[in-house]
């Protein structure tokens, strides 16, 4: 196995952030006002962008992407819902009840979480009978909703412990 030089033979040793950070040959930098478009999706590919300041948004966003891709593969509706409904109450770390401001319908909530009104209508009835939310006029989210998301309720044999229905974790 060939063994590979530390620096190079001329006794300088390359920095990208120094390269990245300077103009040079084909090598420009390009400074973008907060909201301006940068780059979209199907547009030319003729360039390399290296984001040297504002990454924590990008970054940000790519993980949000990222968890709800994940959410949708691998988590059942109804822990998909309690997410949804943590999410909506910007749900922090005290114990106090959050309100969701705004009025969502159960039909937008289907469609967030990918399954039927039905459904949500159903997780949407059951977590207020668990104490997780509270709704009548305004939504209220308990932090005990958080155990829905964090810890896999016990289920028995592949049946929905609440309506004795088998439990469906691809809708």
Do not use: C
Request: charged share 25%; no cysteine; hydrophobic share 35%.
């Amino acid at each position: 196995m060939a063994k590979i030089p530390s620096k190079p033979k001329n006794g300088r040793s390359f920095d990208p952030g120094i390269f990245l950070r300077t103009e040079g040959a084909g090598r420009a930098l390009t400074r973008y006002k907060k909201s301006q478009l940068v780059f979209s999706q199907g547009g030319a590919s003729d360039s390399v962008f290296y984001i040297i300041k504002g990454v924590a948004y990008v970054l940000e966003r790519t993980i949000r992407v990222e968890a709800d891709l994940i959410d949708q593969l691998f988590n059942s509706s109804e822990k998909r819902l309690a997410r949804a409904l943590l999410l909506l109450a910007n749900f922090g770390n005290d114990s106090k009840p959050k309100k969701v401001i705004a009025k969502v319908s159960q039909e937008t909530l289907a469609e967030m979480v990918g399954t039927t009104r039905s459904r949500v209508s159903h997780f949407m009835n059951k977590f207020r009978k668990m104490g997780f939310i509270d709704y009548n006029g305004h939504l209220e989210i308990h932090s005990s909703l958080l155990n829905v998301v964090l810890h896999d309720q016990p289920h028995i044999s592949g049946v929905d412990s609440v309506a004795g229905k088998p439990d469906s974790k691809s809708d």
